[in-house]
């Protein structure tokens, strides 16, 4: 009996090695590319997903370890594209290539989760196990901040 | 002030209306409208011929369809600079289009119906901007046409605005949509009048660039992000050193694992951009592949560059730049100027070889069949491909289809195809598409390095503090070598643009030391900006040390030394973006700033465009905190501020990872470094505050993906010795421990 995975609000069997990271089950398993590979090692982010909320390095979690939790990716982010950091990313102009943003964005997701008024020094402590090779940290900072304003703004 | 262009003739730029069958066979697109391609001249970049010339080669397709919709097709690649979206803007803007209605598509790679497709050199811009702007005045006019047959009045007394053409007379209105096909019947015309700055929609506005809905929610897809029915997936090991050779390969272990399909050795290809040679495995996953290449055994013969250690080198550059080397240019009497000095000032600034370690390694699908080659590949050069793939496959460039996807950064890296060579190898050996994704680890270990390098200065004042004598060795090995191993030293036109600076020195030699390639040296972003900046930069605030001056003054004075009246722009731009710099970082007030900060200034001309920039760091100790960056940008008539701001800002991330740490490092022939824990590119925590502004003028648009990092590292550098008295010459400053 195969254990499954949920992944987007979507259950799938792990019908793979166990020992697969949970990254390539996402992209080459089920065709999910929106989690990029970037270093293999935990290193760069680009990787990040949510597994029960929390931002993971999906390139050095084995699927199974994962197994029988909730998985978020880049793709079920939001329904619409309109979860505050991605409406902040836009306003911000933050992409260049683009290709670290989805990781950026789902681990300053699981950070805005508990910090409802970011400073500086938390956004960097946060957001530094990030690269971005193009150079947006500028912007990402001011989109984090102005997504943790529209999503804790008083009533 | 408006430009009027005459089309067409043999060597202009040429406007042409394709006919809808030629079109529709050439491209594939299935509606109607309007379809018009143009043409211009081709174009070289760091001295390599880009295309084959021919009489059509369209590189801007405007496609309005009957219901309106426009689709602009961009055949420069996109790496996340903002050509896609900065280029068709400037489109749309000759086009009256609207924004919103404009859909832009990734030219696929055919040079014959885009033009040259080769992207780098900052060159996009500078080249494209004009026909860009043509193709869409062009339309206009055939739409305008359209409508005033169809009113039966004459095209004066019609207006184009925001997808529509408007009847002055009367007001009335037909929309792009209704007169799409109608404007394909009209004659294109025969010369544009392009707009006035004035009237600018578009260009030189703050656009969002057009993919980033798309980015933010996971759906663009990138070069590793491929996916097709039937698809196999590879990993790959190359042999550490240049030039070594596969000895022998257990695929015995390798082979048991379950989901390998074939283990394939690949030979070295021995033309440009071809693989180094490697052994790779192909299976039915990516980390299936990866996990089955640990088990090969594999034994290399190493070859004559085992013994490539990089501090021995650098060592070696450092003897030969501060001995006489081989001449390059020379002008005026060095030997008098130096005799008659008040002071000499002599230096050696040194650099590292880079890795681009663009965030996407490198990645492509290839699907070789019997009679047909394609390929979707994260490029910058999609004619490379064609190239390369037609030589090994013994085919002809055109029946190569390359399919550009976007890349996740680049910088240089992937104008070389060496990745997607591998990728036809792999399909040709198991008969399906593959999908080659090189780990990080061989992305750093078997790169296209920025070159080494060493430069002397000797530079000689006069009692007035003027500078009168300039000698300049530089040694490093050349990109040349990529295509002629055999070179004992970067040519003397590699120099061409220390020789060319625009300061006014009366007496001036500049000469090659000998550096032969050990490694593969290819175009890294701002290429030699990075190192002539820094020593250029670096060297006059050595200058207005010695001569008890300061930094901007002592520059002024060099550049109003300047003479030669066909350095006269160069001299006023370069001293305006520098005054700008002054101003902005309140450089003249730098005397108030706490004892620990300092304020450090450059000014670098490079890929046509100028920028100065400003940097304010604190240091304690041995630590250098980059509080802020002015970075004060001239090229001409900017297309879109957003992207060139953002370019600006990825110039200073990146200035710091090379100035402050990284560097890559190689003992017995190999690369020491293997993935970001010690290739250590800046991160978010190190973040300074970067403000860009534009020079207002009306010098045509040039470049902006490289000319931000020449004045970095000098700027950063002067800044440390205002801090703390410590001249730090050798780039990276605080390299890692390796």
């Known amino acids: 009996m195969s254990q499954s995975i949920k992944i987007n609000d979507k259950s799938y069997p792990i019908d793979v090695d166990g020992e697969m990271p949970l990254l390539w089950f996402l992209r080459d398993r089920l065709e999910l590319t929106g989690t990029k590979f970037g270093c293999g090692m935990g290193l760069c982010g680009a990787c990040t997903v949510h597994i029960d909320g929390q931002a993971t390095r999906s390139c050095v979690m084995p699927v199974s370890a994962a197994a029988g939790k909730t998985i978020t990716t880049i793709e079920g982010l939001s329904e619409n594209a309109d979860h505050p950091l991605q409406k902040a990313w836009i306003a911000n102009k933050v992409p260049q290539c683009g290709y670290c943003q989805a990781g950026q964005i789902m681990n300053a997701a699981s950070f805005l989760a508990t910090n409802k008024k970011p400073s500086s020094e938390d956004i960097d402590n946060a957001m530094q196990g990030n690269i971005c090779r193009c150079g947006t940290y500028q912007r990402i900072k001011q989109a984090v901040v102005d997504a943790a304003d529209e999503m804790y703004k008083e009533a | ?738």
């Not at chain 2, 070696?316 to 390059?328: D, F, G, I």
């Not at chain 2, 004075?557 to 006023?572: G, H, L, S």
């Open chain 2, 1 to 738: 002030m408006s430009l009027t262009n005459p089309l067409p003739s043999s060597n202009k730029n040429t406007v042409s209306n394709q006919s809808r069958r030629q079109f529709l066979k050439n491209s594939g697109i299935a509606t109607g409208g309007l379809v018009l391609g143009i043409s211009l001249p081709q174009k070289t970049i760091a001295g390599i011929k880009m295309g084959e010339d021919s009489t059509f080669n369209p590189n801007a397709f405007v496609h309005i369809a009957d219901n309106g919709d426009t689709l602009l097709y961009c055949g420069r690649c996109e790496m996340g600079q903002g050509i896609s979206t900065a280029l068709p803007a400037a489109v749309a803007d000759e086009l009256d289009a609207d924004w919103t209605r404009v859909s832009i598509k990734q030219g696929e790679g055919n040079e014959e119906k885009y033009g040259p497709q080769a992207t780098g050199g900052s060159a996009s811009i500078r080249t494209m901007y004009i026909p860009m702007r043509e193709a869409g005045a062009a339309a206009k006019v055939m739409l305008v046409a359209a409508a005033a047959k169809v009113w039966g009045v004459s095209s004066e007394q019609c207006v184009a605005d925001n997808h529509f053409v408007i009847n002055k007379n009367n007001q009335q209105k037909l929309g792009y949509g209704e007169l799409a096909s109608l404007a394909a019947d009209q004659p294109v015309p025969d010369s544009v009048t392009l707009k006035e700055k004035k009237d600018y929609k578009y260009i030189g506005k703050d656009l969002a660039r057009h993919n980033q809905g798309d980015i933010v929610v996971g759906r663009l897809t990138y070069g590793v992000d491929t996916k097709m029915p039937g698809l196999k997936y590879a990993a790959i090991t190359h042999c550490p050193v240049m030039g070594g050779k596969l000895k022998s390969v257990d695929k015995t272990q390798a082979m048991k694992v379950k989901g390998v399909i074939d283990v394939v050795e690949i030979p070295r290809f021995e033309v440009p951009f071809g693989s180094l040679g490697g052994v790779a495995v192909v299976a039915d996953n990516t980390w299936t592949a990866q996990q089955a290449l640990k088990k090969l055994k594999i034994e290399w013969d190493l070859g004559e560059h085992q013994s490539y250690d990089t501090k021995a080198y650098k060592a070696h550059l450092v003897k030969n730049v501060e001995n006489p080397a081989q001449l390059a240019a020379e002008r005026g009497d060095i030997n008098k100027a130096f005799a008659e000095a008040e002071h000499v000032v002599k230096a050696t600034y040194t650099g590292g070889h880079l890795s681009h370690s663009p965030m996407e390694p490198n990645a492509s699908v290839v699907w070789v069949q019997k009679d047909s080659c394609e390929v979707w590949a994260a490029t910058q050069s999609p004619g490379d491909i064609q190239k390369v793939l037609a030589q090994y496959l013994k085919r002809e460039p055109k029946d190569i289809m390359v399919n550009v996807t976007m890349a996740g950064g680049a910088f240089g890296r992937k104008f070389k195809c060496d990745y997607v060579h591998e990728a036809a190898v792999l399909s040709q050996a198991v008969n399906a598409p593959v999908q080659l994704t090189w780990s990080r680890e061989e992305d750093m270990r078997t790169g296209y390095y920025h070159s080494i390098s060493a430069q002397h200065i000797e530079a000689s004042l006069d009692k007035e503090g003027n500078v009168t004598g300039w000698l300049h060795r530089a040694a490093f090995p050349a990109i040349a070598s990529l295509f002629n191993p055999s070179l004992d030293r970067a040519p003397a036109n590699n120099l061409g643009d220390v020789d060319n600076h625009p300061f006014g020195i009366a007496n001036y030699r500049s000469e090659t030391g000998e550096a032969k390639a050990h490694t593969r040296i290819g175009w890294y972003r701002a290429v030699y900006a990075i190192f002539y900046g820094f020593a250029f930069g670096s060297a006059a605030d050595e200058l207005a040390h010695a001569s008890k001056t300061d930094t901007v003054s002592l520059l002024n004075n060099i550049y109003d030394n300047n003479k030669n009246p066909e350095q006269a722009e160069q001299v006023a731009r370069s001293k305006a973006a520098l005054a700008m710099a002054a101003k902005k970082c309140n450089w003249d007030n730098r005397g108030a700033l706490p004892s620990n900060q300092g304020l450090g200034i450059a000014v670098h001309f490079s890929f046509n465009s100028y920028v100065a920039m400003a940097v304010r760091v604190e240091v304690n100790g041995d630590d250098i905190k980059v509080l802020e960056v002015d970075a004060i940008v001239d090229c001409g008539q900017v297309l879109n501020t957003d992207s060139a701001t953002a370019q600006m800002e990825g110039a200073v991330v990146m200035g710091m990872s090379l100035s402050l740490r990284t560097e890559v490092v190689f003992r017995d022939g190999a690369v020491v470094n293997s993935n970001f824990h010690n290739y250590p590119v800046l991160r978010i925590n190190e973040m300074p505050q970067v403000n860009v502004y534009f020079m207002e003028n009306d010098y045509k648009p040039t470049g902006l993906g490289e000319p931000g990092l020449g004045p970095f590292a000098p700027a950063l550098a002067n800044a440390v010795f205002a801090a703390s008295g410590k001249r730090y010459r050798d780039l990276p400053f605080k390299p890692m421990p390796m």
